[in-house]
């Protein structure tokens, strides 16, 4: 089952805001990676991480791995409409070589 | 790019029918995976498969099977459709170089059993 904790479940936030998710568990990923789901498509790829303490960006988005390699965020910043969708972060379990755990997703709704 | 392509989109199907569920990849990785998501269940692993011939169980098999003859295609199979397979069907591919490889989905398909 999962064991990522992912948080929040929902954001209602104003067009140029800034955003804040992240994703917790109790155990240690060498890997993780953040996505992108539109209504009716499959989950993008926007980041990914791979050594703790890694700080990635990726135009608005920003992605950090956190020291204690149990633990993600995603920030975006001066959000726009097409941000809306739902955000998952997924990781690699240290000792589970290819397969990944999702957390349930956030989904953000931007409001005009 | 990678491209990742299920056969279809949407899809409605009768209880007690056998039905197929095809993925093509087209950049040569070796893992496939099927995932179905539900509200509120997120993505779950049904089965997954490193190299041809070669298959896993994931967390939900029950009620599924898959098929792996060539490396760029992963079949998913419900062998007697029931109205609780009704969800969002996820294929993804990855490639098995190092660890932590990011998987990359396909569209989805969205499937329906009355």
């Known amino acids: 089952g999962q064991q990522l904790n992912q948080s929040p479940q929902s954001m209602f936030i104003q067009e140029g805001e800034d955003v804040s998710m992240n994703c917790t568990s109790s155990s240690i990923f060498n890997t993780w990676l953040w996505y992108k789901q539109d209504p009716g498509e499959g989950p993008v790829l926007l980041i990914a991480?791979?050594?703790?303490?890694e700080l990635t960006s990726n135009g608005r988005l920003t992605a950090q791995f956190g020291i204690t390699r149990k633990d993600s965020f995603l920030n975006i910043s001066a959000s726009i409409p097409s941000d809306v969708g739902i955000y998952f972060c997924?990781?690699?379990?240290?000792?589970?070589?290819?397969?990944?755990?999702f957390g349930s997703g956030t989904q953000l709704t931007v409001l005009p | 790019d990678v491209k990742v392509t299920q056969s279809s989109r949407y899809l409605v199907k009768r209880t007690g029918e056998k039905v197929f569920l095809e993925c093509v990849q087209d950049m040569d990785h070796e893992n496939m995976f099927w995932y179905r998501q539900d509200p509120g269940l997120g993505l779950r692993l049904i089965y997954f498969?490193?190299?041809?011939?070669?298959?896993e169980k994931g967390d939900i098999p029950e009620g599924y099977s898959v098929s792996r003859e060539k490396k760029e295609r992963f079949s998913l199979i419900l062998e007697s459709a029931s109205t609780n397979q009704t969800s969002m069907y996820l294929c993804?591919?990855?490639?098995?170089?190092?660890?932590?490889?990011?998987?990359?989905f396909g569209d989805g398909t969205r499937l329906s059993i009355l």
């Open positions: 993804a591919s990855s490639l098995v170089k190092g660890g932590g490889q990011p998987q990359h």
């Open positions: 997924a990781g690699e379990l240290s000792g589970s070589a290819r397969q990944l755990t």
């Open positions: 498969s490193y190299d041809v011939k070669m298959k």
């Open positions: 991480l791979y050594k703790a303490g």
